[in-house]
């Protein structure tokens, strides 16, 4: 019931994720002092954390990406 990442995990994740948004530009990388969660980067910024559940065995991964209003473009 551990959820901390290992190495392994998060290459397996990282690769995932490259696959899924076809971007080889999005990178995950460990959080100083965190263990249950990784930093999503994306050409070297920050973009999100990625978290880590483990309930009785079933492991699942939750991604939280925060956008602010004035990081959007106008409306049109």
Do not use: C, H, W
Request: no cysteine.
């Amino acid at each position: 019931m551990s959820k901390t990442f290992n190495k392994a995990e998060i290459t397996r994740l990282q690769k995932y994720l490259q696959e899924k948004f076809s971007n080889l530009k999005l990178t995950l990388s460990e959080r100083k002092g965190v263990q249950d969660s990784v930093e999503v980067m994306l050409a070297g910024e920050f973009i999100g954390t990625l978290y880590k559940d483990d309930d009785e065995g079933e492991v699942s991964y939750d991604f939280n990406m925060a956008i602010l209003e004035m990081d959007l473009p106008a409306a049109a």
